[in-house]
């Protein structure tokens, strides 16, 4: 998939909002939030449902679309564009040693505010978390603001840009590897399939590329949005075990909790890789409650992150962590020497929730 230019990028976020294409971007021109329920006329929005703009928008996706030329994939931007897969960065050495205790937001966030961008994921922990690459080691680096959002109004216009993203996303991994199918037992009607749909596709692009080029990237973005969604569902229940008395406790509520949501998304998330074909077991890339040994000092000793990919060590916690957190200063003293932490907490408990710790400079 190649990336736009800015000029598309503008112009495919005009087109998610109005349903229409750019019309020359005069001053007198008229920009539309994304509501299904306006008038594309005048921008005013109207308080029933099924008028005009959705039918307008969903067909303007549809003649879009027919336009693609053969071989291509149409953007709904300015014309058909020929899908390969993306040149990720490469990543930059963490910078010396400093620990922030606020979470980091640098620049702008990355602009789904009005859902322009709800389909468009990152594909790096550099883009999942803005200023990641730049950032002094142990400070705190939010994740995106929207990252985890999902799609926002559930409309025939939302269904049919799911299917436009699914569509490139095929095409994107059949460039890659020829051989690749994707068999499902029928259509899927609803939008709230078609979006399971696409998140799926993503999780199969990721193995892919771990597989083919031997770029984990992806993947390390795929297994945050997994878990973290997976943390979200297995907080709730644990929630409600711990209410009706049917979680068992042996040191306080908290460590009770905490047990069984490691246990739920560790359990999830060994599923989740062994249904795209991954080996949690024995691929020395991705693994999930494994030991990760040190064996810098006399003692061998070892730690056990919830999961790693790559160079990314990820953490499910009740807790807030920092650089200076015994157990994340024995992730970074690790041999594989991770890059990265990231530190997953259920969303339910507050803003800021997950959070990325870049490496320190540690002596070994």
């Known amino acids: 998939m190649e990336l736009s230019a800015a000029s598309d990028r503008r112009a495919f976020a005009h087109w998610v909002r109005t349903g229409r294409l750019p019309c020359g971007g005069t001053a007198q021109a008229i ?9 594309p006329r ?9 008028g005009p703009s959705i039918a307008r928008s969903v067909n303007l996706v549809r003649r879009s679309a027919g336009t693609a030329r ?4 149409t953007t709904g931007v300015s014309g058909p564009a020929t899908l390969k897969a993306p040149e990720l960065p490469a990543s930059t050495p963490a910078a ?9 937001r640098p620049g702008p966030p990355m602009g789904r505010g009005s859902n322009s961008r709800a389909f468009e994921k990152p594909m790096t922990l550099e883009q999942a978390f803005p200023g990641l690459r730049n950032a002094p080691g142990g400070a705190i680096i939010a994740v995106a603001d929207g990252f985890f959002d999902f799609t926002g109004p ?13 569509r490139q996303i095929k095409a994107e991994i059949k460039s890659i590897d020829p051989n690749w199918r994707y068999d499902r037992l029928g259509p899927v009607e609803t939008i709230q399939g078609k979006i399971n749909e696409l998140n799926d596709l993503r999780f199969r692009r990721a193995e892919v590329y771990l597989r083919v080029k031997g770029d984990a990237r992806p993947l390390q973005v795929e ?7 997976r943390a979200d569902i297995a907080y709730a229940r644990g929630l409600a075990k711990l209410t009706s008395g049917r979680l068992r406790i042996r040191l306080s509520d908290q460590e009770a909790l905490g047990n069984f ?28 409650n494994a030991r990760e040994y040190d064996t810098s000092g006399t003692d061998r000793t070892y730690r056990r992150p919830d999961a790693r990919v790559a160079r990314a060590a990820f953490d499910v916690t009740l807790t807030r962590k920092t650089a200076t957190t015994p157990q994340v200063k024995g992730f970074f ?21 997950t959070y990325a710790i870049p490496r320190p400079e540690t002596k070994r």
């Open 42 to 50: 005048n921008g005013r929005f109207t308080f029933a449902p099924g």
């Open 333 to 353: 003293n690790a041999d594989f020497q991770p890059s990265s932490v990231i530190i997953i907490r259920p969303s339910q408990l507050g803003a800021d929730h």
């Open 261 to 288: 949501i490691d246990r739920e998304v560790r359990k999830d998330l060994r599923e989740r890789l062994g249904s795209v074909g991954i080996n949690w077991r024995t691929n020395p890339t991705v693994r999930v």
């Open 31 to 39: 920009e539309l939030k994304f509501n299904p329920y306006h008038d």
């Open 154 to 166: 559930a409309n025939a216009a939302i269904g049919e840009l799911a299917d436009n993203y699914s």
């Open 223 to 229: 297994t945050l949005q997994y878990v973290q969604a």
């Open 70 to 73: 053969a071989g291509s994939v």
């Open 96 to 104: 010396p040693s400093t620990v922030a205790f606020a979470p980091t």
